[in-house]
């Protein structure tokens, strides 16, 4: 455990526990569940079930970690831990209104088929998916400052509270038939489906990072994107 001073666990000194780990309440509950249009509710359950392990294992990286690696970056240009959750919170919320917004105005399915992913949308998901080649410039405004795990942790719960909504409300939609314009580069557009996709394959990128980071702290040989 972290250590206390007068009942107060000491900030840098202590570790992430369950107080601080919380997972949001989304997580389970199948309800993207859909029997009319049961292959795109299979799709939508999978992207639910996708997230769930993705902060699972977020969660299970970090617990009884000390505060003090969670916000360690191992070079001046790199990210620690904390700094990559607080982009994943940035880069979601970044995605999420519009995604909404295309969601309000999807027509409904007309007949039992799957939702299409789109090239772009695809091409940009490989490139992604760890261990990843291409390294991509990041926004400034997607560029993170949190270096506060709590506060990290805590955003990064929230936006994927948010993300678990957004995938439910599309249940019976024809997500693949409204597009978004890319809030991280202006002339790419992808529909809505991929851009769900593309958001779990974004964050699978950067929990690899993350137990990279872990690694190299913890003195075992880490993997460098190559």
Request: charged fraction near 20%; hydrophobic fraction near 45%.
């Given at each position: ?11 840098m ?28 509710a ?23 970690r000390s ?12 990210w620690?831990v ?44 490989r ?59 202006a ?23 993350m137990e990279q ?14």
């Amino acid at each position: 455990m972290g250590n206390f001073v007068g009942g107060v666990q000491m900030g840098m000194f202590a570790e992430a526990t369950g107080a601080i780990l919380r997972l949001p309440r989304f997580l389970g509950t199948g309800a993207a569940h859909s029997a009319t249009f049961e292959i795109s509710a299979s799709q939508l359950e999978a992207l639910l079930k996708e997230a769930a392990g993705i902060i699972q294992k977020a969660r299970d990286l970090v617990s009884g970690r000390s505060l003090s690696k969670l916000t360690t970056s191992l070079e001046s240009t790199s990210w620690s831990v904390a700094q990559n959750l607080d982009h994943l919170t940035k880069t979601t919320n970044a995605f999420l209104p519009p995604i909404s917004a295309a969601i309000a105005r999807a027509p409904r399915l007309t007949r039992n088929r799957a939702l299409r992913t789109g090239a772009l949308a695809q091409l940009l998901i490989r490139s992604l998916e760890p261990p990843y080649r291409l390294r991509f410039k990041v926004l400034a405004a997607l560029v993170p400052h949190q270096q506060d795990f709590s506060s990290a942790w805590a955003g990064f719960a929230d936006s994927h509270a948010e993300l678990g909504k957004t995938i439910e409300s599309a249940a019976g939609l024809a997500i693949d038939q409204v597009r978004i314009e890319s809030p991280v580069y202006a002339r790419f557009s992808y529909n809505v489906y991929g851009a769900l996709c593309m958001l779990t394959a974004h964050q699978r990128r950067h929990l690899w990072q993350m137990e990279q980071i872990l690694k190299a702290l913890d003195g075992a040989p880490a993997r460098k994107a190559s």
